[in-house]
DNA sequence: CGAAGGGTTGATCAATTTCAATCGCGGTGG
DNA sequence: CCACCGCGATTGAAATTGATCAACCCTTCG
């Protein structure tokens, strides 16, 4: 059984047997968690660094009006802020949203990974890099997208992201997200969240049923996204 | 004159005479650039770490329907993703907003200060975590947060980094602004702003002019925001 | 079987955009 | 010096989008 997070870095750099061996090792005692099961609150003081190894997992805020806004999704592979330690405070929250199985890596096991093993530490660095981009391609969806527009490209990011992985089937994808919590991520209503699922069925573009997405017509969901998988960096610079 | 990274940087470290003497070589060529100049565009090869050292600067992003998102604005101190160059391509553009002067890190001046200068790295890193809280807040104000609240939101944002920098007076601060870059960058209408700022300055929070603004009453201002600057991390962790 | 959590739908309400027009200031050419 | 121009700011009215409120349905699960 494969480790996502080899998997992921591998992609990112190339890898030695020793970097894989020393992947794994840092990764070799998760824990598993139920769903809304928090692994860390806002407030918390900053502790190792999380990696998902099965599962999806979120990163969230709660306002003082009670709402919810999901800021990123993690799935297999994932992990979260190489250097989070530097922090005194969690800003936000994080929360499994199905069962997940998530490892810990201590800070010594970073040092040693970052400092010893340059690989590693590149492909962790382009991990980075790809994880902004897409928070940058949340800002631009939040401010310029229409509802629609927005539902579609969430859809086409996550297709591509669980692609990456090998998470997806031929035109059909698990999708662990319930619609309310695509509302949270995607800033609307979980009642217009189910209208605008509604149009982009009859649509013939995707359909989405309980935990998984079915892309009816890739072009059209492509273009009523506006989406442009460039941002996802999916060729990365691999020399230098 | 003090150069505006190095003060960025050691107060996020603390910086040994050798640390900031190296800072401000790498620093030392800038470059000159006129009101909406472009540092890069998307598409663009991405080229060496950006650093602002005087004037606004900002990341945006122009979409299919011609409207334009600001993601990030950037001032005196700010820098540009450390390893860009991992990526194969800009996934946005990064423009002045005021006449600016940039300097340009090279990579071997980077890999230099990343390698051997733990201070300097771990500054840098701070640094990137911060920005990145920042983004995540901007995520949380697109989704969640009414158009008044965004807009107070980001005023407080912009009011403590640049009193972190020093560029504030006592209740009134430059911000050379449009109405029209502040639309772009809080997901709105310019229209639709210019009525918040009325009501923001009826309320008696805020008043904006050409070119600065003035907080009438922090205390009802952050209120409105709904701000917790816990977010920028003014307190980062300096031990470990 | 009953409760709970999601999903679906309709009617109404509120926030924002869009469209259109006007104003004001700083800069420029005559 | 002054009329003119262009951009940003401002305002009103109409049109749209998305939120809110309120049911009701369906499936899962104890």
Redesign the pocket.
């Known amino acids: 059984m494969a480790n996502p997070f080899v998997k992921k870095l591998g992609g990112l750099a190339e890898l030695t047997a020793s970097d894989v061996r020393i992947i794994e090792n840092a990764t070799s005692h998760p824990r598993r968690y139920s769903p809304r099961q928090d692994l860390i609150r806002e407030g918390d003081e900053p502790g190792p660094m999380f990696v998902v190894l099965d599962g999806w997992v979120c990163r969230y805020k709660i306002l003082p009006s009670g709402t919810r806004q999901i800021m990123a999704f993690l799935m297999p592979g994932d992990a979260c802020d190489l250097h989070i330690k530097l922090l005194a405070e969690m800003d936000h929250g994080i929360q499994a949203i199905t069962a997940a199985t998530v490892a810990t890596v201590s800070k010594t096991d970073m040092e040693t990974m970052m400092r010893d093993h340059p690989n590693i530490a590149k492909a962790m660095y382009s991990a980075q890099l790809v994880d902004e981009s897409v928070m940058r391609a949340w800002i631009v969806s939040m401010g310029r997208r229409?509802?629609?527009e927005?539902v579609a490209h969430l859809i086409c990011e996550l297709y591509l992201r669980a692609r990456n992985i090998g998470l997806t089937g031929d035109e059909e994808f698990s999708l662990p997200l319930?619609?309310?919590v695509l509302a949270d991520a995607l800033?609307?209503?979980?009642?217009?969240i189910?209208?605008?699922?509604?149009d982009l069925r009859l649509a013939g573009a995707m359909a989405?049923k309980?935990g998984s997405v079915t892309i009816l017509d890739p072009v059209k969901l492509v273009q009523i996204a506006g989406f442009d998988d460039n941002y996802l960096h999916r060729r990365l610079r691999m020399t230098g």
Chains 1, 2 share one sequence.
């Open positions: 229409s509802s629609t927005r319930s619609q309310l800033g609307m209503t979980a009642v217009h189910n209208r605008v699922l509604k989405l309980r």
